[in-house]
């Protein structure tokens, strides 16, 4: 490839909407091109990009026994009526309307097709299992697409689907599907972590993300360094404590803490640790009667040490709460508390709720609450000798660095990941909703076992930006580069020696299979640099007039600070060489 026959559309300043660096590098390097909110033009340095993703995670799906189809982006709504999903989704799912007034969706994601497609053509245990996968537009009407190719609203992703007879089966599928996602990652050349993830309503374990690891991440992953152990924040297990619960040393005592409404500022005020503090958070949960309205609300008081976080997906888990919640209203607060928040605890209460603690909290003595009286907080509270013991103890936090990690082994930490890929065991949420069955071996109808397994295809070219990326612009792994070498001639236009020698070296290294480009539209070096290190190709050659009268071409791998010297009539040799390092 020639640099004249190729679009290359550089910019010296990145839109003023840009945050983060994979946005600004790709509009700046040419490789996307806003068209709207969240909209972009994948121009051909960025779709060079998006076609070697997908190349490799085509060959792996494919070796992984996955069969490829396409299923239409604008989708009848009937299917999508059929699960629910049509009412349930938000704004998020764009509906449209043909010139026939019938509903139509335009998909974020297929399971509803896939699922048509199973229940039609596979009718015998003797078809399973199968893996239907597509690589395929997706659209989601984000509220603020942000982020570029981030978070936008028209997004390119790999998903797949299982159908299996049995949970043994479907489980087979995940773990054939898992070990083919971390295929996919190593090859990629990315810095990456498995993490388990929550399984939401359906359960159990087989629920895993794929996080490339970034600092700009908007996921925290939580793992020990000393073991496999790795999780997102939400799923991440907060050990109990191991101590038992010290005894009492303090009496109860109600103090002045005026203008004091959260624990930091009550633990400066008393001169005391944030950790002996007790944070106070409301919610409720609403019974419906026979007409669908609320006929009944339930509220309860949640306790976690203060410096802690409560983590939703966690408390979502709690018996009682596990139906679905919402935080309590200021009235349904003040009915209940006689006080507004910020000065809110279990004692002395005007109404009962159901107090549930977390695992640290039910453990501590002599700690701080609210009073339940605007400007006063209680200190030396212990449980059985001042209030009963809780209703629920549980794990409702976000664990913290150095917590100790739930296999053992060790500390935990925390680093930023951002979301790529994600499998997942769906059981029969979606053949049970749309009937979905086949004959098994007994001659009777039996549900499929599906599971589910995503990779943004589009998102893991700004997700590798982000992780790698320096002040001079993007540096590609090879596997994904738009080219994986970049020859420079300085004066090719006016030298034949340079002219020759860098067609000879491009046709050399494109006969060898190497992805090569030569840059030949005369443009000044310091330019011409700056364009491909923007662009990131990772491996360049530079060819000079006064480099073939020494024998000598400049090789420079991106990230390097300065150039290798290589003789002329090794250069091919040692560039491939370099390529399979």
Not at 139 to 160: H, Q
Not at 172 to 185: D, K
Not at 300 to 317: S, Y
Request: net charge negative; hydrophobic share 40%.
């Amino acid at each position: 490839m020639r640099a004249s026959q190729f679009l290359i559309a550089t910019l010296k300043e990145a839109p003023a909407d840009a945050e983060v660096a994979s946005h600004r590098l790709m509009t700046r390097a040419g490789m996307i091109k806003k068209l709207g909110a969240g909209i972009y033009t994948y121009m051909p340095m960025g779709l060079r990009v998006i076609r070697k993703v997908e190349a490799i995670v085509r060959e792996e799906m494919d070796r992984a026994g996955a069969v490829e189809c396409t299923m239409p982006v604008v989708q009848p709504a009937e299917l999508w009526q059929e699960t629910g999903r049509f009412q349930k989704m938000g704004p998020e799912l764009l509906r449209i309307r043909d010139r026939h007034d019938r509903d139509f969706v335009v998909q974020p994601t297929s399971e509803e097709v896939v699922t048509d497609i199973a229940r039609q053509e596979l009718r015998s245990y003797r078809q399973l299992p199968k893996n239907l996968y597509q690589i395929q537009t997706k659209f989601r009407d984000e509220r603020r697409p942000r982020f570029g190719l981030m978070r936008g609203r028209e997004f390119i992703m790999k998903d797949a689907y299982s159908f299996d007879r049995d949970q043994a089966g479907a489980k087979r599928s995940y773990e054939i599907m898992a070990q083919a996602y971390r295929r996919i990652f190593d090859r990629f050349g990315l810095r990456y972590r498995a993490v388990a993830a929550d399984s939401g309503a359906i359960g159990g374990d087989l629920s895993e993300e794929f996080q490339v690891i970034a600092a700009t991440g908007e996921d925290a992953i939580v793992y020990c360094p000393a073991s496999d152990y790795a999780a997102n924040m939400e799923k991440a297990e907060a050990l109990a404590p191991a101590q038992p619960r010290p005894a009492a040393a303090e009496p109860m005592r109600k103090v002045p803490t005026p203008g004091k409404s959260t624990c930091q500022d009550v633990a400066t005020l008393l001169g005391v640790p944030l950790i002996t503090t007790v944070k106070s958070l409301v919610l409720a949960t609403d019974q419906a009667g026979p007409d669908g309205q609320v006929a009944a609300t339930q509220v309860w008081l949640l306790l976690v040490r203060g410096d802690h976080d409560m983590n939703e997906i966690k408390v979502g888990k709690v018996p009682g709460l596990d139906a679905g919640f919402r935080f309590a209203t200021v009235p349904e607060i003040l009915d209940h508390f006689g006080t507004r928040p910020g000065y809110l605890g279990p004692i002395g209460l005007r109404k009962p709720v159901k107090v549930v603690a977390d695992r640290e909290v039910a453990v501590m003595a002599d700690w701080i609450c609210g009073a339940n009286e605007e400007d006063f907080h209680l200190t030396g509270v212990n449980w059985g000798r001042d209030l009963p013991e809780p209703d629920v103890v549980a794990d409702i936090r976000n664990v913290l660095e150095g917590d100790p990690s739930p296999d053992g082994r060790g500390p935990l930490a925390i680093e930023r990941g951002i979301e790529v890929g994600h499998v997942f065991y769906l059981g029969t949420k979606y053949s049970r909703a749309m009937n979905a069955t086949f004959l098994d071996e007994d001659g009777k109808p039996k549900l499929f076992e599906m599971g589910c397994y995503g990779i943004g295809v589009t998102r893991i070219a700004a997700a590798a930006i982000e992780q790698n990326h320096d002040e001079r612009g993007i540096i590609w792994p090879d596997a994904i580069a738009p080219f994986t070498v970049v020859i420079c001639p300085i004066g090719m236009d006016r030298s034949a020696e340079v002219k020759a020698a860098a067609e000879r070296l491009h046709d050399e290294l494109a006969a060898a299979g190497v992805d090569v480009l030569l840059d030949d539209r005369g443009e000044r070096p310091g330019a011409m640099f700056a364009d491909w290190e923007l662009i990131g190709v990772p491996h360049r050659v530079v060819i000079s007039d006064r480099g073939l009268k020494e024998g000598q071409l400049e090789y420079q791998q991106r990230r390097d600070t300065t150039a290798t010297k290589v003789a002329a009539a090794d250069i091919a040799a040692f560039v491939k060489g370099r390529l399979q390092a």
